[in-house]
């Protein structure tokens, strides 16, 4: 059997999509022949794809906003079948001590990654049980399933929420034909935010982080989209509540 990434005639829904791995993975959809509608409330972050997908500005952490946005997408393209959570990130946010988090940035980032992913999650899984078929992916991190490398605690206890969500969304989804499944991503190059968190380090810790992947380089968001792709696709109707850390090999 021949595996090939030939989404024709379905639909998708990418959060995040404004910059780094959700533009690339709206843009890989686009390209291997989906309908494709992209969620941020970043608008014209999203401007580069106005010629490969449907964009919808929206604040993801709005459960009524989501809700809505997604009926605009049903009523587009006639439902949906592939939803793919890439909203979230760090805010901007860096780390410190435990002593300086605030209940702000704390709860900021539990909005931007996990909240969006379940309002979405939610408005979505209504049309998929209509038509018994689904594919649900989330974008954790490689933070979701060891401590972080940005030292912000609230991304890494997010990030571990999502890993949890996906696993419960897959049992409670399974028998009505929809899979749940979730790509952690290592250190990626996608977005400002990851370029500050780079640019932070010493010589020294860049050459100690690369020479700690097997594959020695960082990842680009391309390697996220692939694997997104390959969870969302025909092939893996029998995989789910699985996370794919696509980090290059961890020692």
């Not at 890989?28 to 014209?44: E, K, L, N, T």
């Not at 106005?50 to 964009?55: I, M, P, R, T, V």
């Not at 989501?66 to 860096?94: C, M, N, P, S, W």
């Not at 780390?95 to 704390?106: R, S």
């Amino acid at each position: 059997m021949s595996v090939s990434f030939d989404f024709s005639g379905k639909s998708v829904i990418v959060t995040g999509a404004a910059q780094g791995i959700g533009r690339q993975i709206a843009q890989s959809f686009f390209d291997a022949g989906a309908r494709v509608a992209a969620f941020d409330i970043d608008r014209a972050g999203m401007a580069a794809l106005e010629n490969s997908a449907l964009l919808v500005d929206v604040d993801l952490s709005d459960q009524q906003a989501v809700a809505t946005a997604v009926e605009t997408v049903v009523a587009k393209f006639g439902g949906i079948d592939i939803l793919v959570t890439a909203a979230g990130g760090v805010r901007g946010q860096v780390g410190g001590p435990i002593e300086a988090v605030t209940q702000e940035n704390w709860q900021r980032l539990f909005a931007a990654n996990v909240e969006s992913a379940l309002w979405c999650a939610q408005a979505v899984a209504p049309h998929m049980k209509r038509r018994s078929a689904g594919r649900i992916v989330t974008i954790s991190s490689g933070a979701g399933l060891r401590p972080s490398l940005t030292g912000i605690q609230a991304y890494s206890a997010a990030k571990h929420a999502l890993v949890g969500l996906t696993k419960q969304l897959a049992l409670e989804l399974g028998p009505s034909g929809i899979t749940v499944n979730s790509v952690a991503p290592g250190f990626v190059l996608s977005n400002p935010n990851t370029q500050r968190q780079w640019d932070s380090y010493s010589a020294d810790q860049q050459d100690r982080l690369v020479a700690s992947t097997f594959m020695r380089r960082l990842g680009t968001p391309e390697d996220i989209a692939a694997a997104a792709l390959f969870l969302a696709s025909e092939e893996t109707s029998w995989i789910s509540g699985q996370i794919l850390s696509v980090d290059g090999g961890r020692a």
